[in-house]
Structure formats: C-alpha cells, structure tokens
C-alpha cells in the first residue's frame, strides 16, 4: 500500500530564509507524487507535481521540490520565504493502478513565517 | 475553464440534524468526483468517489452519504448527524489522468 509521511507538522522560518519541508513516500509502483498548499478556510491547490519526467521539478510561487528514488523522498524547497508563504503544505502520492485517481496525502506541515 | 463550486461555505448544525452538502463542475465532462474530510490538525481522508452518474464508492463506513445525480453534481448527505462529523469538507475533480485534484473552497461543519 502506498503512504506518505511528512517530518515536523509544525515549521517556522524567518523571512528570506530557506523553507525545507520533508516528504518520504512508499509506493510498490513508480508514483506521481505532488505538492499542494492550502491557505486558512481554503481549498488546496497544486503547488507542482512529479510525473516520472524531471527529477527536480519546479512549481508555482518559487517552490521546487526533487524526486530521490534511492531516499524515497519529494521535500519542497524555497530558497527565501516570503510571509505569503504562511500555510499548510500537503505532500502527496498517486495510486495509478486504481480506476480512479486516488490520491494518498500526508499528515501535512503547516509552515510559519516569522517576519 | 474549468470551476467548481461547493456550497455552502460554513454550517452549524445540531446533532441529529440532517446534512446536504453540494457541489458543481462546470466546464468539463464525465469527471471524476471526490469527497475529502480535512479534521482539525489532520490530513485529508477520502470519504468518497464517483467516476459516473450514480456510481459511488465509499473508502471508509461512516453516518454520512454521497450521490451522484448528474454527471457534474455530487452531493454529501447524511439523516443525522454526530459530533464527530464536524471538520472540512472538501469536493474535488479530477479527468482521471491521475494528474491532479482540483479542490473547491470547502464546507466548515459544525455540529453542536
């Protein structure tokens, strides 16, 4: 079965410092993992998505993540964090053997930017 | 484009109460059709999906319900609440390319 899990539920970071946030999936297929941010009483939204293409890809907002097959793991990355970056952030995996799109996501992070 | 819409944005309900939640997609056919619940702190648990009119399946026994009247309407119901029903509760669409979600804005829930 597939999972995701995502380290520290909680992050804080300075304005203008690195913003790293922590993904490891399991998958038994080769996955498309994705990102997605949700803002305070909002619906998320699709920050960028790996689909077997470029290992580093590269998002909305500044936001990039890599695809490591050896480490399992999709962490998101922002080389400086704007206060807009406030939210909750939800890694997330594809099953692509069901008929539907079925969409695993992790616990999420929510990331706090201190100004 | 595509939208979605999801309605109504916040409710507060008695226990016992019943519920309807709705939700639309315009500019698309035959999606794919998904109720997620977001609890406080928590990730996002798959409640149910619909690839068709009239065709739905539950990930996980609950009190609530789902219903796919029209291709592109897809409704959560239940006959009586509980308190544990009170979260975020998310529609979303896909094409089923398994590309992407598109969520709508959401339902805050209460029940009191």
């Known amino acids: 079965a597939q999972s995701v899990t995502q380290l520290g539920s909680h992050v804080s970071v300075s304005e203008g410092a690195l913003v790293l946030l922590r993904c490891n999936y399991s998958?038994?297929?080769?996955?498309?993992l994705f990102w997605y941010v949700q803002y305070p009483n909002q619906g998320l939204q699709l920050l960028l998505k790996y689909t077997s293409a470029a290992t580093l890809v590269k998002g909305i907002n500044g936001f990039e993540a890599e695809f490591k097959k050896s480490e399992t793991s999709f962490h998101l990355t922002k080389p400086s964090a704007h206060m807009s970056d406030a939210a909750e952030y939800f890694c997330?995996?594809?099953?692509?053997?069901?008929?539907?799109?079925?969409?695993?996501f992790g616990p999420g992070t929510s990331l706090s930017v201190i100004p | 484009s595509q939208t979605i819409h999801q309605w109504p944005a916040t409710l507060v309900q008695p226990v016992g109460s019943p519920l309807s939640l709705e939700c639309t997609v315009e500019g698309t056919s035959n999606p794919n059709l998904y109720w997620y619940r977001q609890a406080a702190g928590r990730g996002l648990q798959l409640l149910f999906y619909?690839?068709?009119?009239?065709?739905i399946s539950s990930e996980v026994p609950q009190n609530l319900s789902a219903s796919r009247p029209q291709d592109r309407q897809f409704i959560l119901s239940s006959k009586k609440l509980l308190l544990s029903d009170s979260g975020f509760y998310l529609c979303a669409w896909s094409p089923g390319d398994g590309q992407k979600l598109f969520f709508g804005s959401g339902t805050q829930l209460s029940v009191l």
């Open positions: 997330a995996v594809s099953d692509l053997r069901t008929s539907y799109d079925k969409v695993i």
């Open positions: 619909s690839v068709g009119i009239g065709q």
């Open positions: 998958s038994s297929v080769p996955p498309y």
